[in-house]
């Protein structure tokens, strides 16, 4: 389950209610869809789908794909990023964020 929700989510910005921004950018900002084709799809069970999932939370996962191209299009127009790279990218920002994350405990641990 956490090499699916993983991609999706881990090193991108996190909002609270407090953040002024609206529920499109709220959820857009906040995720990442992972590119590829349909092994993509089956292996991060369409989570690779984030932003879409986000904003169309009961649209059935294998319709997904289909509004990809048309919530990418609303945000462009609208000046919005839209976080998108492959599968070894995607985990190349988790690892990276993980480590950045990390980083006080290992130097804790250095101190002992």
């Not at 009961?58 to 319709?63: A, E, K, L, Y």
């Amino acid at each position: 389950m956490g090499c699916s929700f993983a991609p999706g989510h881990k090193g991108m910005p996190t909002y609270t209610d407090a953040t002024a921004l609206d529920f499109l950018r709220k959820q857009v900002l906040s995720s990442r869809n992972v590119r590829g084709g349909l092994w993509v799809d089956v292996a991060l069970g369409g989570l690779n789908h984030q932003i879409e999932h986000h904003l169309l939370p009961s649209m059935p996962r294998v319709n997904l794909r289909r509004a990809q191209p048309l919530v990418r299009e609303f945000c462009e127009q609208r000046g919005i990023e839209y976080a998108q790279c492959g599968l070894l990218g995607t985990y190349r920002h988790v690892l990276r964020h993980l480590h950045e994350v990390g980083r006080a405990l290992r130097a804790q641990d250095a101190g002992h």
